[in-house]
């Protein structure tokens, strides 16, 4: 198991470059090679380079678990195509929503998916079909933005620090994890897009102290 500090294009907001689950790390088909390298060695997954709305931000507009990738609505027919056609063993689908930071609103591993509690019953349905898991929507209404600022694998989840209590109980109770809260980057609350994460490691971005990453290795059991 590994945990690491990185940068990508000289930000700490590794997290919108990058999704991860067991097997793959999806990242910016644009990145230098060193980066496709460095998170596959770190998360021990294959890197499968893409594009999602023409960009590299690929955390940012997508969210995956071993079942499938949930893409933005911004994503191109071209885009979508040319994932299917990798043939990944994995769902590859769409969410027709508003709510097209699809990194930022969904956290999820193989069991559950937590969401923006705005989505509507449309998009959650599509998320369940794709993802092949539960789908339940994020509670409070402090922290919609539920993958921005948590972080959630098959081993365990992390919140960030200025999560309620009622928040830490309705998660533990979604997801079977005690939660543990940091923050990222020498106190950011967006751990979300600061971490990429699976079950075997974490890359955290640079200026992330040992305090901070301490608490996410305990979180995500690493």
């Known amino acids: ?54 960009s590299d931000l690929v955390g ?13 609505n911004l994503a191109g027919k071209e885009e979508v195509e040319s994932l299917k056609m990798q043939k990944l063993g994995i769902n590859v689908g769409v969410i027709d929503s508003d709510l097209n930071a699809i990194g930022n609103n969904i956290i999820a591993n193989d069991k559950i998916a937590i969401v923006h509690p705005e989505y509507d019953e449309k998009a959650i349905k599509q998320i369940r079909d794709i993802l092949g898991v539960e789908v339940v929507r994020a509670p409070g209404r402090q922290f919609k933005t539920v993958g921005a600022s948590n972080i959630l694998t098959n081993k365990g989840i992390v919140l960030n620090n200025r999560s309620t209590e009622g928040e830490e109980q309705a998660m533990e109770r979604a ?38 990453l301490q608490h996410i290795i305990e979180g995500l059991n690493l």
């Open 1 to 54: 198991m590994s945990t690491i500090l990185y940068s990508i294009r000289n930000s700490s907001n590794v997290g919108v470059f990058a999704t991860a689950t067991d097997d793959y790390v999806f990242l910016g088909a644009g990145l230098p090679a060193r980066d496709a390298r460095v998170l596959s060695e770190a998360l021990d997954a294959k890197s499968v380079s893409i594009t999602v709305a023409y």
């Open 60 to 72: 940012l507009f997508s969210r995956a678990n071993s079942n499938g990738i949930i893409l933005s």
């Open 175 to 212: 997801t079977t994890f005690k939660p543990v809260k940091s923050t990222t980057v020498t106190g950011s609350i967006y751990i979300g897009m600061s971490v990429i994460a699976n079950s075997k490691g974490a890359v955290a971005g640079k200026g992330t102290t040992g305090f901070e």
